[in-house]
């Protein structure tokens, strides 16, 4: 079957085994802390200060640009929340299983 037929057919869903989510346990960890990080990064304003005198030029970072990007890091700090949960719950699943 070509590649175009299974767009629009697609194969079934399939469940992962339970083997394999724990070897997701490193990824997920890492994808987490990196969306973390990222979010609290774009969402602090240093990021649009002149690096000679430390004020934010608002002709080269206009308001909505500066609230659309904080929006952004809060959105990727959520994100990065919840995958922290899931390996939470991907340790919790190993210990007491």
Same mark, same amino acid.
């Given at each position: 079957?070509? &590649? ?6 697609? /194969? ?11 070897? $997701?346990?490193? $990824?997920?960890?890492? +994808? ?5 990080? #990222? %979010?609290? =990064?774009?969402?602090?304003? &240093?990021?649009?200060?002149? @690096?000679?005198? #430390? @004020?934010?030029?608002?002709?080269? &970072? /206009?308001?909505?640009? +500066?609230?659309?990007?904080? %929006? ?7 994100? %990065?929340? =919840?995958?922290? #949960?899931?390996?939470? +719950? ?8």
């Amino acid at each position: 079957m070509s &590649n175009i037929l299974s767009v629009f057919n697609p /194969p079934p869903s399939r469940d992962i085994p339970e083997k394999n989510i724990e070897a $997701c346990l490193p $990824c997920t960890a890492i +994808q987490s802390a990196v969306a973390i990080l #990222g %979010g609290l =990064y774009l969402s602090s304003p &240093n990021q649009f200060k002149d @690096k000679t005198t #430390g @004020k934010i030029d608002v002709i080269k &970072n /206009p308001l909505w640009w +500066q609230k659309s990007v904080r %929006g952004a890091g809060i959105i990727l700090f959520a994100l %990065g929340a =919840y995958r922290a #949960g899931e390996v939470v +719950q991907i340790l919790y699943q190993k210990r007491f299983k």
